[in-house]
């Protein structure tokens, strides 16, 4: 099971306990917050602010995580970027690019 997987490696990463604590509730939120189709969903509150709030973290604690989860493996960057109004392409958020 995924959940499972997340916490193997969670545990082999060879952390301090609070952050392999932080670390799979980073992971459940992410779980909760996402689509049927493992899409993190920001209207379901999967943004670094929401995250941070209610884990209790900062978000650079937040952007850490993240990066520890891709460079892991367990994320995926589906679009690469920032916000619809700052990616190149989009003529300041007046195109919706998907």
Request: overall charge positive; proline content about 2%.
């Amino acid at each position: 099971m995924w959940s499972e997987a997340v916490q193997y490696l969670v545990e082999a990463a060879g952390r301090r306990a609070d952050w392999m604590r932080n670390a799979l509730r980073f992971a459940w939120q992410l779980m909760r917050r996402s689509t049927w189709a493992m899409l993190t969903a920001p209207k379901k509150g999967a943004t670094w602010q929401h995250l941070a709030a209610d884990l209790g973290l900062s978000e650079r604690t937040v952007a850490n995580l993240y990066a520890w989860f891709i460079k892991a493996g367990l994320l995926a960057r589906a679009v690469p970027g920032t916000t619809v109004r700052y990616r190149k392409g989009t003529r300041h958020g007046l195109d919706d690019d998907g």
